[in-house]
Each structure stands twice: as C-alpha cells, then as structure tokens.
C-alpha cells in the first residue's frame, strides 16, 4: 500500500466503546491512518484529552452546554471546536475525511449518518439503529451517492468477511448470538433482574445501552434488521443461533450446502480495523485462537417465550414501513427506563410490544416521517412505562 496518503478518520461518538477501541488501531498505524475529527456527546473531560493527544483537526460536544469548557481546554491547539446536533452533521460532510465511523449510540445516529452518505464518503457503519430505523431509504442514498458502507459490528463483519470473494447467492445467513448474561435464566428468574446483573455481559465489553440490549436480546434483533439491509438477504433467510462462547462471530450458508464463517477472540478492533483497511488486512497484535484449549464450542434454538424483544423485531422487519423506527424508539425509552430501576426487565418487552400497536403506521416514510414517527414513538412509550 502506498502510504503518502493517510487516511483521515471522523470518528462521530470517539468518547464510546467503539471510539475508543477505533483510536488505539489509529495510534498503532500512525503512517495510514489520522483521526480528523473527534466528537462526543457529553464525555467532555475525555474528548478533551483525546484531542490534545490525537490533535484532530475539527472537535464536536454534541451538548451545546459543554461548548465553552471544551473551547477553552483545547485554544492552546490549531483545532475547531463546534458544538450541537448540525455540527455533527457538518463535520461528516468533510471534504478532507476519507472515512466516517459512526459509533454514536441509538437513533441520535441516523441524521450524521445521512449526512456523510449524501457527501458520499466511505462509512463504516458501528450504529445499528441507523439501518434499523431507515433502511430502505439509507440503502438507497449510498447506491445514489456511491457511498461504500461497511460493517463494524462483529456479526455483520463477520457475514462481509464470509462474502469475500464469493460470487455464489447466499442461501442463509446464521447470525450467532451469546444469549447474554440471563441464557439459562427460567421466565421467573427474569422478573425480577436487576441492571447491575444485565450490565454484566459474559463474553463482551459494551457501552450500557447495547449490553441492556444484549441482555434482551433486542440486540439481536436489530442485527437482522441491519443483515437484511446490508445483505440484501430476507429475514425468512436469517437464522438466529444462541452460540454462548462467541468465537463463531456469524456464518453464511450457499446453495450447495457449504457453509463459511469466521472465527476468533471477542474483540471489536478486528472488525473496526478491517473497516479502515479493507480490501487489505493489516498486521495486529490482537489476541489469537488458542486451538488447542479452546472450550466447546456449543448451539442452541433462541427462546422467543423468554427473549420475545428478538420475536418483535421480526414482526417489526416484516411489516416493514415505520414499524423497526417504532420498535427502534420504544427500545431506547424502555432501555434508559430499566436502567433507572422504573420497569422490569420483562416489561420492557410488553411496552415495545403496546407501542408498536398504537403508533402511527407510515408504509412509504420520507426521512422527515421517520423523525415525526420516533418523537411520537417515544411519548407513547414513555406513557406506558409511567402508568
């Protein structure tokens, strides 16, 4: 690879799980890649430091209160401070950024995402609700705009790593699932789950909210709705399997049977990495498979009775329309709401569940109805949570 050019990064939500891990793979190649642009929402303190360690050229605090503190941290710096929910979507229309991580959490993703696309930059895609909650028309705007988007999310990376190469159609994609912390948990045990045991996932380090997620397995669900956007693939033709040691991170099975999928140690900077790379692999110091101890490897059937949030986002996908952004909205007002101790961990399911029933239902939706859809979405269920 000719190196002259580095690659220049936007790293939307560099504060997270994602961003963080993206910033350390920036900072063991330091002749490919520069992080451009940093933003966070409301981790002030960290951007902070971020910036003056990575030096980028553009920071964003998504939380206008924050602008002042940062500003004034970083004027000792050549570096542009902005602040707000537009600048986030200024800074990923970028002319001088080659690619665009999104790893902003829930739908706060969706309007930046959009955004980058429109200017057609390279996107490699952390935030799931984006293809969750706008699929059709995201799709659409990156053939239009001729916008590469490629997959961070372990499974999706993993479906994209299984694909390489391949010129035969898929039969079916097999999305593996850990099943969370509460797998062997019976439906009475769920009751009465605390957040501090759902934050406590097995295999994985996440931000809170896709932990929670994880836990519910709605998690799971959003990766079908994001598999069948990405893959082109119908749901009929996505198979959930519970794989509690994950280390088959997902598989993808042809018309002759051949099934291929991809392996290794639970860590996000392998699919992060390869989003910045590709088509080219680069040299890590991740950890390997240890083949010779390595636990069994074991499968089971998803029980919908006890996880019915991956049941919803089925039905979500198959009515298709607004119906994944209701789902998608609901999700986040029950999630912060668990994590609050104001629902129980079934009851997140039963608000979804109701919202979905009483939220108006839009089958050819403008991006504008999405954002109409979502704020209604969320009061429904923010009503139903209270009573």
């Known amino acids: 690879m000719n190196c002259e050019h580095k690659k220049k990064i936007a790293i ?91 790893a902003l959490v829930g739908f706060a993703g969706l309007r930046p995402t959009v955004a980058a696309i429109r200017a057609g930059r390279q996107i490699a895609l952390a935030n799931k609700e984006t293809l969750v909650v706008a699929g059709e028309l995201v799709t659409e705007l990156a053939m239009q705009h001729r916008a590469a988007i490629l997959p961070v999310d372990s499974e999706h990376s993993a479906i994209f790593q299984s694909l390489m190469g391949e010129q035969s159609e898929l039969e079916k994609i097999i999305l593996t699932a850990s099943g969370g912390p509460f797998r062997t948990m019976s439906a009475e045990q769920l009751a009465t789950v605390t957040p501090e045991q759902a934050l406590r996932h097995p295999n994985w380090d996440m931000g809170a909210k896709i932990t929670i997620d994880s836990a519910t397995m709605m998690n799971k669900g959003f990766e079908v709705i994001e598999a069948k956007w990405l893959f082109g693939v119908e749901p009929e033709r996505i198979q959930v399997v519970v794989h509690p040691q994950s280390i088959i991170h997902s598989a993808v099975q042809f018309r002759d049977g051949a099934v291929k999928a991809q392996l290794g140690q639970p860590d996000m900077r392998v699919p992060i990495q390869l989003a910045f790379s590709y088509p080219e692999r680069l040299q890590s110091t991740f950890p390997r498979l240890d083949w010779y101890h390595m636990a069994a490897l074991t499968f089971e059937e998803p029980d919908l009775d006890k996880f019915p949030c991956l049941r919803l986002a089925f039905e979500a996908i198959r009515a298709g329309g607004t119906m994944p952004c209701t789902l998608n909205a609901a999700n986040e007002v029950v999630n912060l709401a668990f994590r609050q101790g104001r629902c129980t961990f079934p009851q997140m399911a039963d608000v979804i569940s109701k919202t979905m029933e009483h939220t108006t239902f839009i089958a050819q939706p403008s991006l504008d109805d999405y954002f109409a859809i979502d704020r209604e979405a969320r009061r429904v269920a923010e009503g139903l949570v209270i009573n």
Do not use: K, W
């Not at 910033?23 to 960290?46: G, H, M, S």
């Not at 998504?62 to 800074?91: F, H, M």
């Open 12 to 102: 939307l939500g560099s504060t997270g799980s994602i961003g963080t891990q993206a910033l350390e793979i920036i900072q063991a190649n330091p002749d490919r890649y520069e992080a451009y642009v940093l933003t966070a929402r409301r981790q002030d303190d960290l951007l902070i430091r971020q910036a003056r360690q990575f030096r980028p050229a553009q920071v964003v605090i998504a939380d206008e209160s924050l602008y002042e503190q940062v500003r004034d941290a970083l004027q000792d710096l050549p570096i542009q401070v902005y602040a707000g929910e537009e600048a986030l979507c200024q800074v990923a229309q970028n002319g001088e950024v080659d690619i665009v991580l999104t």
